[in-house]
Structures are given as C-alpha cells and as structure tokens.
C-alpha cells in the first residue's frame, strides 16, 4: 500500500507539469498557468505526505523488530527527503510569483582604514601619493564602498536569444565643497551608476549594450580595500566603465579549448585626464572609440586553465582645434597551474590613454612655440599590473599584486605632471561563512612627478563584507 502511495505521489508531480508546459507559448501566461499548477500540486501533495506518514507510523508499530522495520526506515527517509524538496518547491514558487525575474546583489562592505601623511584629505583611497605631506595622517571608517544591484534574465527565449541584464549602484560619492580639505562627512553620498547593461546571447554569439567595463582591461586585482575605482587604477590597472555596444563571437578549436573574439563601440570620457587649463574649455569630453578583444582559453581540467588576451583600443581626443591619437595595445591573462595557485595580469604600451578613468597623469601636452602656433603630444605610456592568489585553505585566501605605470618623461613637459607611479598591496580573504568575508589590506604607492618630488603613501585597511 506504501508502494502504490509513493508511485501516486510521483504521478501527481509528473502529469501536471506536463500540461502546463504544452499549453500556451505566450511567456507571462505560461507563468501564470504553472503557478496554478504549482499550488494544486503543493495542496495534493501535502495530503498525500499526511497519508504516508500515517500508514507508515501504523505499519512501523506492526512492524517492530521484524525484518520490514528496515525497509520502513528507509521508505520514511524518502517521505522526508520528498517533504524536504516540497518545501524547496514553495520558495522557488513564491520567487517566480514575483512576475519579474529579478534578483537583489550585492555587498555591504564595511572599511576601517589609515593613510599616512602624502595621501589626498578629500579622498579616503587616494591613488596617487600627494605632492605635499598632511598635518595628520587621514583615517575613518566608511560603508560608502558597499555596491547594490539588480540581475535579471528571461526565463523563455525572446527572437530565439536569452536575455540578461544587470544594473550595479554604490555610494562614494565624493565631496568638493571643501576642495582639497578634508570633510568628516561628504556631502555627495547620492548613489552613483557603475554600470547598466543588458545582453541577448544566441548560441555562441551575443550583443551587449549598455555601460559596462571597457574589453581592453577585462581583469582586474582581488581587494576589498579599493572598491569605488578597482585597485591599481592609476597604476596599471587600464579600468573603465564605458557606454558601448559589445558583440562577442565564441568558437571552439579543440578538445578544452576555445576562441572569444569581441569587438566594441565605446563611448570615451575625456574629463578625467589632467588637461592644460588654458585649453580645457576646447576639449570635447565625449568621443567614439573603436575596441578589440581576443582571447585563447585552453582548460586542462575543472581546476587547471590558462586564459590569454590581447587587445586594441583606437580614438583621437580633439582639443584646442587639433585630434591626439589615442591607442593602445594590450595583453592580458590568467593562469591556474594547480588547484590553489591563480596568476593573472596585464601588460600595456600605447600612447594618450587617458580616456580610460583612474589617469591623474598628462595623457596629451599642448605646446605653443611661437605666437598662433599649437602643437600636440600624445604622451607615451607603457605599465601593466600582476598578481598572485594563493588558497592557503578552502577559506583563507593570500593575494599580492603590484602595477606600475610610467609615462615618457620627454613628452610630459608640464611640471606638476606624474612621471612614474608604482603601487604595492597584500590582503588577506578569510570567509566567516558562505557569504560573509573579512581580512586586512596593506599597500604603497610611489609617485614621481616632473618637478622631481617622489612621496611615498601608506595605506592600511581592515574589511569585512557581507555578500547577498
């Protein structure tokens, strides 16, 4: 009798899933219609577990001591494992009930921190060392590095493609009414847009548009000490979060391998090079840029891989009536050797790559040498960054990274310009639980400027986030 129990319980999960799943191929009716058919089942099968347990604690006190007391034993484990996913079956139900395919992500970060004296008062996480050195060192406590979202994807197919899209928001705002004067409390902590972005794949091509990370620097270090602007950005980190339209094309070449070509229309934004005064009012912040990416992906097994990019970038930035070339070549990687060893990095050389964010350097110089003459220089730049990830155990994480990056002395003429700029960071990533981090960071950074000062900045950071 508990046999044909359990075969009836089976049936009642399998025929009403089957109808509800050939009846109508409009997305949102076919929702509503497995809702329906998800509550009727969750009533019949909340009944039918009711039954099961009452004939089985009858037939185990009949039972007892014989040999069928076993065979009981193991058929009420099924009845428990079957009330287990019941109730699994109610959460993932009242997920879907929301009509919209949208999950909250994440971090609430928390960040204690100490700089030494060369570091910028206005700025927590300074990434430059400041040319003159403070009265006080700067430190504080923050949660505005803590990053919210939204992640969505289409449940069914739309023009034959999947869907998913993404939009992420923190809040370092950062405060200017004081200048360069140190606040205990910005004023701007309105929520700032990091990226938005929304992606239909079809098989192995896809097609992104929206405001995402730029293809040429697709990797970044591990820190939960400089999240605002990832880590080593002004020192060799070539970040920025750009409007683009992205189409990517993935191919395989044999057995674990694989080719993924991308190719980009990037929106730049020149405010944030250091520009001439003179000639700022000239410059036109917005310009398009054309993108390239490829990438060798050979897997050895589910632990060990290597990961080998290389890429292009090509814009011109038009200031005071003349067009500066931006372009720049790249390689970047990841390689896993072992199962607790990640190594990843880039190299970068090319000339006026300012237009990617973080450069506090003179990307272009704007010469006058007789009266209605202009000149302009690309300044030329090579850097790039690595890093070493070491799993010392299934919670603890070791990270060391470093970055340079040094623009050509000859072409940046102007004298509070950055000639050099070197940074150094070790942090630690201990995991509490399964979503919950903590650790330290300690890191410098080395800037030389033209007019030949070279400070040194310190900077010490304890953390712990909480990811959802």
């Known amino acids: 009798m508990s046999r044909g129990a359990f075969i009836a319980l089976v049936a009642a999960l399998i025929v009403p899933a089957a109808s509800a799943s050939a009846q109508s191929t409009d997305p949102l009716e076919a929702i509503h219609q497995r809702l329906d058919a998800l509550e009727q089942q969750n009533a019949d099968l909340r009944g039918q577990l009711q039954m099961l347990r009452e004939q089985l604690s009858t037939a185990k006190q009949a039972a007892s001591g014989s040999p069928d007391a076993s065979r009981l034993d193991a058929l009420e484990e099924k009845v428990d494992l079957q009330t287990t996913r019941l109730t699994e079956h109610d959460l993932v139900k009242a997920e879907s009930s929301q009509r919209v395919p949208v999950r909250l992500t994440g971090m609430i970060l928390f960040n204690a921190f100490a700089d030494s004296r060369h570091a910028n008062p206005a700025r927590d996480y300074p990434l430059y060392a400041a040319l003159n050195a403070a009265a006080t060192p700067n430190a504080g406590g923050t949660l505005r590095q803590s990053l919210v979202g939204l992640d969505f994807h289409t449940p069914d197919a739309i023009l034959g493609g999947q869907f998913r899209g993404s939009v992420l928001f923190d809040i ?6 004081a200048g360069d004067r140190a606040v205990a409390i910005p004023l701007n902590t309105s929520p700032r847009l990091r990226t938005a972005w929304v992606e239909g ?6 097609v992104l548009a929206g405001l995402a990370n730029t293809i040429v620097s697709p990797r970044e270090p591990s820190s939960l000490a400089q999240v605002f602007v990832p880590p080593l950005s002004g020192a060799g980190n070539l970040y920025g979060w750009r409007q683009q339209i992205r189409f990517e094309q993935r191919a395989r070449v044999g057995q674990g391998q694989e080719l993924v070509g991308q190719v980009a229309l990037v929106q730049t934004s020149e405010d944030w090079p250091r520009v001439q005064t003179a000639f700022l009012p000239t410059l036109e912040i917005k310009r398009p840029a054309l993108e390239a990416h490829v990438q060798f992906n050979h897997a050895f097994d589910e632990q060990r891989r290597v990961e080998i990019g290389s890429a292009l970038h090509m814009s011109d930035t038009h200031v005071a009536g003349l067009s500066i070339p931006s372009r720049i070549y790249a390689l970047d990687w990841f390689v896993s050797p072992v199962a607790r060893l990640e190594l990843s990095g880039m ?10 964010a973080g450069r506090n350097a003179y990307s272009f110089t704007i010469l006058t040498p007789s009266p209605g003459e202009i000149r302009g220089i690309a300044v030329r730049e090579l850097g790039g960054w690595a890093q070493v ?10 990270n060391v990274y470093s970055g340079l990056e040094d623009p050509n002395d000859d072409d940046a003429v102007a004298p509070d310009g950055v000639i050099r700029n070197v940074a150094a960071a070790a942090n630690t990533f201990f995991r509490l639980a399964p979503n919950v981090v903590t650790g330290f960071e300690i890191s410098q950074i080395r800037t030389d400027y033209k007019a030949g000062q070279h400070p040194r900045l ?11």
Not at 201 to 206: A, D, E, F, I
Not at 347 to 356: C, I
Not at 459 to 468: G, R, S
């Open 389 to 398: 990830a070491f799993k010392a155990t299934p919670r603890l994480t070791l």
């Open 347 to 356: 190299l970068f050389t090319g000339e006026n790559v300012g237009n990617l």
């Open 458 to 468: 310190n900077h010490y950071d304890v953390y712990i986030a909480y990811l959802f």
């Open 201 to 206: 794949r079809w098989g192995n091509r896809s």
């Open 172 to 177: 370092f705002g950062l405060s200017d009414s």
